[in-house]
């Protein structure tokens, strides 16, 4: 007897058991893509952000005051500089905005002035870190744009933008938020 030959093409023909086959593909791609998953959030997160971290041991006095052993100052509330003449670095510190020295009203020139001495103080508790590495990007005004942190001997770690906003002495700063006016305070 011969076979009768389908008229639909082979590769339109419905294959019989490949409902399982690819039900089983599908199932070992998932479990790989979650395994893949989880080593990059328990393994190589924790490595990246610790990357690019710099230990800073340096003693900084408030600009404009004269200080010979100091390397570098604390302009406001979130603005440092470090080294002298030709090496002299502005480096703004991130996650906060702090109020201006030459504010708009005499409240946010005084804010200005207890953030600039909060900021001396935290940094003066003892070494700090901040990211960037060698390679920081930089704002604008050609100033260094860095985060701060401390590593307390537990390891848990005190970032500085998170001190400054809980004391109220700056406002939040980066995607969404919103600008605080000092003069109605």
Known sequence: ?????SRTPRFKRRRTGSRFASWW????VHVLLLIVMAAWWFG????????GWVRVTQDFALCGERSSEAAGCVVDGDTLIIGFGNDRRRI??????APELDGACQAEREAAQKARGAL??????GPIEWNGADDPPYDQYG??????????RDGSREFLAETM???????????GAEPKNWCSE
């Open 1 to 5: 007897m011969l076979k009768r030959r």
């Open 25 to 28: 593909v599908l199932w070992r």
């Open 44 to 51: 190589v997160r924790p490595v990246m952000e610790e990357q």
């Open 92 to 97: 703004r510190l991130t996650g906060f905005d």
């Open 120 to 125: 001396h103080d935290w940094i003066g508790e």
């Open 143 to 152: 100033r260094e744009l860095r985060a701060a942190r401390r590593v307390a």
């Open 165 to 175: 906003i809980k004391r109220g002495l700056a406002a939040e700063s980066g995607w």
